[in-house]
Structure formats: structure tokens, C-alpha cells
């Protein structure tokens, strides 16, 4: 659970008493996203804890390092109802240690559960390593695509990168969209882009060294299917540059991870947008109206499910191999499949 995000998001799941402020640190060699608790006696409460995978999972940690000085407690407990099913106090010093999750026997019967940590002083919470897109950026070479990207692209033009962006709104579209100028689209160099869906893209096959998307995959129906397009339009030795929201560590967390078999299902149907039941599922776990006009995520992806589509991909679809890129509680993880 990436904690940062829901601070910065404004979670309504998280409820905050006492300051917090975000940093960053350097430890064991890497650098970590850190929430900073500045008040004794401050206090966190993750509603509907019962929701995530940690609570699914029955995870043994929640992959936070906790630091502060020599005598300082943090107490976590599991509440349900106001009766707490569970407590542990954990003492902390300079150096980071884990803050530890047990389960109880019996706990999967409560109909909810909130995650509570006090602090009984000034304290550092470790919350994840940052990953870096640079390893993503650097194989994006040659000749290629960037799906979705809106008005800021991350692939630039170079002496060695020659992109364009595939977008389904025009420049006009995006202008009437955009009024306040929200995304900037009335500086984007839009003579670099082509219409399209990710779907058809409209490219010659085999044309391409690179096909780069960043927080689109989730948002495709039959992804299995894309990639087989995708590779359809790659050379060989091209490769598929993704980057992919978490559902773990971000407002996806009370959702279902997607299956393997539910993929299957869509690449043997043959659809190419979100279909009524992905509406419905989306609704339901967000709280919100059914609206089939939004942008939805269609699919939910984890470091746990990810690997065997990537798998899939590999062994049936025409790709080589694939690097896969993960932290846990990071906002988001990256794929590399290579052509």
C-alpha cells in the first residue's frame, strides 16, 4: 500500500491526526519515499483495511520501515467495530526496522477491518524504494510509438529516437477539452502525432523498434490482443515499454486482481472496448455512479498476476522474453517485452 499516494490523493480511506510530510531518504544503498510524522501521539487509520490485498493476502508486513529515536513506540492495531481484534507494540530506534502484521485466527470472519498505528513520537516511515523510468527511456531508441501520452509526451525526439504519439482526440478536440489549459495542450507540438485507437494503430506492420505506454494498459479491454497488434507492428527486436499502475498501491486497492482465464476469455471474444460488466465492476468497487462515458480501468494488475500474462505473451504470442520492474508499495511498476 503506497501511503504517499493516499496522502497526496486526499484518500478518504486514510484518516491522518497529527502533521505528516512527504520526503525522500537514501538507505541500504537505494532511495525510499518517506512520510514524516511530526506530532507525538499522531495517529493513522487506513479504513476498510479488510479491502486490500495485505488484509487478503494475510501479508506479514506491510513492506514499511519505521525509524525514530531510541525509545519511541509504535503501536498497530486491527479494529473492527471499535473492538480491536489484534495490537502490537513495536519498538523503534534510528535504524529502520519492519512494522509487522499478525492474523489472528478467526479475523477473516469480521465484516470490516481498519489498520490503526499511534506513534508515540516524531517518526520516519520508509514506504517504498522509487523505481527510476530511465531503464525504460533508454531502450526507447530508433524508430517508434508512444500510446496515449496527451499533450506531454515522455519520449522526445532526438538524433537517436524519432517518435510520434498516438492519440484518439485531435488537436481541436483536446483544445475544446482543455480549456484552462489543465494539460497544456495549447503548447504541445501536435505535428508529431497521428490518430488513432491502440487497438489499429496506423503504422505499416513491422515498421517499428519501440511501442512505449505509460498508465494506458490498464484502461484496454482484450490487453492480450493489443500486444498481439502491438507486436504485429514491431520489427524484430523491437520491444513494448510499459508502465502500469499497481492496483495494490493505488485506488484500485479494493478491486479484484485479473485473471489469466478473464484475458483469455476477451482475446477468444475478440472485443475492443470495455464491455457492461466492466462498468458495472468499476462502479461497484469505486462507489460511484454506473456511467459507461468515463475512462475506466479496465483490468487490475499486481506483481502477482502480471508475470504469468507476461509468460503468456512470451510463450504464444511472438515475444522473445520480458523484464519486469517492481517494488512493492510503489505507485507503479514497469514491463519490458521484447519482440
Request: glycine letters at 6%.
Amino acid at each position: 500500500m503506497n501511503l504517499c499516494d493516499l496522502i497526496v490523493r486526499g484518500d478518504r480511506r486514510l484518516e491522518v491526526r497529527g502533521t505528516t510530510s512527504l520526503s525522500k531518504s537514501k538507505w541500504l544503498g537505494h532511495t525510499w519515499s518517506v512520510v514524516d510524522i511530526g506530532d507525538k501521539g499522531s495517529q493513522l487509520k487506513i479504513k476498510r483495511f479488510h479491502e486490500t490485498q495485505a488484509f487478503k493476502t494475510r501479508a506479514r508486513d506491510l513492506g514499511w520501515y519505521a525509524s525514530a529515536q531510541k525509545g519511541a513506540v509504535v503501536n498497530i492495531s486491527l479494529v473492527s467495530n471499535e473492538k480491536k481484534l489484534y495490537e502490537t507494540a513495536v519498538p523503534l530506534d534510528e535504524s529502520p526496522r519492519p512494522l509487522p502484521l499478525h492474523w489472528p485466527m478467526r479475523i477473516g470472519l469480521s465484516d470490516q477491518c481498519d489498520l490503526v498505528l499511534e506513534f508515540s513520537d516524531n517518526t520516519r516511515l520508509l514506504v517504498h524504494r522509487r523505481l527510476n523510468r530511465s531503464c525504460l527511456y533508454e531502450l526507447a531508441k530508433e524508430k517508434g510509438l508512444e500510446i496515449g501520452p496527451g499533450p506531454n509526451p515522455q519520449i522526445v525526439n532526438s538524433q537517436v529516437t524519432s517518435v510520434r504519439y498516438l492519440e484518439m482526440l485531435t488537436k481541436e478536440e483536446w483544445a475544446r477539452d482543455d480549456v484552462k489549459n489543465k494539460y497544456g495542450a495549447s503548447e504541445a507540438d501536435w505535428s508529431h502525432y497521428v490518430i488513432g485507437a491502440a487497438s489499429s494503430i496506423p503504422v505499416d506492420e513491422a515498421s517499428l523498434d519501440f511501442i512505449f505506454s505509460s498508465h494506458v494498459f490498464e484502461h484496454l479491454a482484450n490487453p492480450l490482443g493489443h500486444l498481439v497488434h502491438w507486436r504485429s507492428k514491431l520489427k524484430d527486436g523491437g520491444v513494448v515499454l510499459a508502465i502500469v499502475p499497481d492496483m495494490q498501491s493505488c485506488k484500485d486497492c479494493g478491486a479484484r486482481p485479473s485473471t489469466l482465464d478473464e484475458l483469455l476469455g476477451e482475446l477468444k471474444q475478440g472485443i475492443w472496448t470495455p464491455q457492461t460488466h466492466h462498468y458495472l465492476r468499476f462502479s461497484e468497487y469505486r462507489g460511484v455512479p454506473l456511467r459507461t462515458d468515463r475512462s475506466i480501468h479496465v483490468h487490475f494488475y499486481t506483481s502477482s498476476n502480471t508475470p504469468s500474462i507476461l509468460e503468456y505473451a512470451t510463450s504464444f504470442l511472438g515475444y522473445r522474453g520480458y523484464d519486469f520492474v517492481y517494488e512493492r508499495n510503489h505507485k507503479d511498476f514497469y514491463f519490458v517485452l521484447y519482440a
